[in-house]
């Protein structure tokens, strides 16, 4: 090593400071290529009595440099904390998982019982997983409380190889008696995607022990969340969650939002740049209002949701105590939609926890033919996590299923009969037959449960039998959707909502031609003691913000408006 190499070493390592049990070698800019080239570093990890973090990040340390640490190492056994971030700068790929290795090897060596283990900023792909699979199984993690390897290009992968690790980890630790249980995790920026997320879900799932998930930039499109949201559930003590940059939609979001109902813990959560979107954020806002009781930031950016469902979420916030920052700033507005969302939080005294909205991308077009094309996120998703299965639980809490239904048989024929082609004579037959038409309305499902309603108020009529039977039916049906959970009634209201044209939806469902008498239906249902406030502020800031979108049926809108704006601000 040059004389003049060796000076700036020995300058360099002059600035190093020493405290609470820490050596630190941090942003030094040191590149380490030989054992010689660390023996003063090597001398001082060895004559510090004590040693319990070490952090080398920002320097560059090649293989030999490695071992020569690795062996100073060896006899550190009260070291718990090891920040090696940004460590193998200009390195080939292929030594930094010899590198790994030698470093793992020499924590085991010493019986190391480590507390935090920080690899981010190295890009070593899945190869550098392997490096250090063999330290992340061992008892020296079965401590490991922080975890952080962002940044680390790990790949599919180096997420399965990891979430294995994790998971053997796990159970040799539980047989001790001991489980393992980290609670940070942080693995941001890793192209992960569906099958490397997938992997880990199942890794958080078995230790049930995590306050932090930080998983942002990760290529993950909603299969992949729903996995994710099933892990998430696992894990009551969360607090922080952070999927920012992923792709949501309205499943993964709706997934998210039913595993978020029985958490109680969490304080922050950022699903910004995810494609939430417009029921997606409704979605959200039913748990807000029934659940997140210390929530204290929420980032909805850049989700591509509409002026009428962020003033939903904003308020949903009305009654947090703790909520700090509400962030929906590059959502599709319009210059009059985040005047009406400032004036929301000014007129509740919460103007200050509003974020920026200089990025809005202003209001979406109207073309009905954008649906479809929305959905191809979704489409080329893999099925690897069983849509269906999965899905297929989301929205299920109160409500009957048609399989599980206690109707007789012969009510399930006349009921489907009835709805396959509705009339008002099939429908007073049913009365007359004391057959019910919600026995069969599949709560879980609320696209065909808003899509049943639709059809039963196009059938009124002046009739008096006839208005009296339509109007029966369409209250048993709304009551009982209604009855369920708020994530579950506010799933409802959003399929309603696409399908009358007031909220542009996802998906292949398309709005339907309304007449008056479905709204004159739904005028009578908003004065009923079963409708809920909250439901009916809803319905408010929809109808008053697209309610040109009704105006084929203006008279019967306009009345439908009024008893909406009448309940809404009565005390």
Not at 360 to 380: A, K, L, R, T, V
Request: net charge negative.
């Amino acid at each position: 090593m040059a004389s003049d190499d060796i000076s700036l070493l020995a300058d360099a390592l002059s600035k190093t400071h020493v405290e609470d049990g820490e050596l630190s070698y941090k942003g030094l800019g040191l590149k380490l290529d030989s054992g010689e080239s660390v023996e003063e570093l090597v001398r001082e990890i060895e004559q510090y009595q004590g040693l319990r973090a070490l952090r080398l990040e920002g320097n560059t340390l090649g293989v030999e440099a490695a071992q020569a640490i690795a062996k100073a190492l060896e006899s550190k056994d009260l070291l718990q904390r090891c920040y090696w971030s940004d460590m193998f700068t200009g390195r080939l790929r292929s030594e930094i998982p010899t590198a790994l290795r030698s470093l793992g090897n020499a924590l085991m060596s010493a019986g190391t019982r480590l507390t935090e283990l920080d690899l981010s900023d190295n890009a070593f792909g899945p190869d550098g997983i392997k490096g250090i699979d063999q330290l992340l199984k061992s008892p020296s993690c079965h401590t490991l409380r922080e975890l952080r390897l962002n940044n680390c290009g790990m790949g599919i992968g180096g997420g399965k190889i990891l979430a294995e690790a994790l998971m053997e980890c796990h159970r040799q630790s539980a047989a001790l008696r001991a489980p393992l249980r980290l609670r940070v995790f942080v693995a941001g920026r890793n192209r992960l995607e569906n099958e490397g997320a997938g992997a880990l879900a199942k890794a958080f799932q078995l230790m049930g022990s995590l306050e932090e998930i930080h998983m942002p930039q990760n290529g993950i499109n909603y299969a992949g969340v729903i996995a994710l949201a099933s892990a998430v559930r696992q894990n009551p003590e969360l607090q922080i969650l952070n999927f920012n940059d992923n792709t949501f939609t309205k499943r993964g979001t709706l997934a998210m939002a039913k595993a978020l109902r029985h958490l109680r813990n969490v304080q922050v959560i950022n699903f910004g740049d995810c494609l939430v979107r417009s029921e997606g954020a409704i979605a959200l806002a039913a748990v807000l209002r029934e659940g997140l009781p210390i929530l204290k930031e929420l980032n909805l950016s850049y989700g591509e949701i509409t002026e009428a469902a962020a003033l939903v979420v904003a308020q949903a916030v009305t009654d947090k105590p703790h909520m700090e920052k509400l962030d929906l700033n590059g959502n599709c507005l319009g210059e009059e939609g985040c005047e009406a969302l400032r004036e929301v939080m000014e007129n509740m005294d919460k103007a200050d926890m509003l974020g920026s909205l200089s990025d809005d991308e202003g209001e979406p077009d109207d073309e009905d033919g954008d649906d479809d094309s929305e959905n191809d996120d979704d489409d080329d998703a893999s099925d690897e996590y069983n849509e269906e299965n999965e899905y297929g639980e989301i929205v299920k809490e109160n409500g009957i299923r048609r399989e599980d239904s206690p109707a007789k048989p012969q009510s399930h024929t006349e009921i489907t009969t009835f709805l396959s082609c509705p009339s008002a004579e099939k429908l007073l037959q049913l009365k007359e037959m004391q057959i019910n038409p919600e026995e069969q309305v599949d709560a879980s499902d609320p696209d065909k449960a808003a899509d049943v309603l639709l059809k039963i108020g196009s059938l009124y009529s002046d009739d008096p039998d006839t208005k009296r039977a339509v109007l029966e039916a369409f209250d048993a049906v709304l009551k009982k959707l209604l009855s369920g959970s708020a994530l579950q009634s506010y799933c409802f209201l959003s399929a309603l909502l696409v399908m009358m044209g007031l909220l542009k939806g996802e998906g292949k469902v398309k709005k339907v031609s309304l007449i008056p008498g479905q709204l004159l239906c739904l005028e009578h249902a908003v004065q009923q003691e079963y409708f809920p406030r909250h439901h009916i502020s809803l319905l408010y800031v929809f109808l008053s913000r697209n309610g040109d979108a009704l105006k084929s049926c203006s008279s019967a809108s306009e009345r439908l408006s009024s008893a909406v704006e009448k309940r809404c601000h009565k005390h």
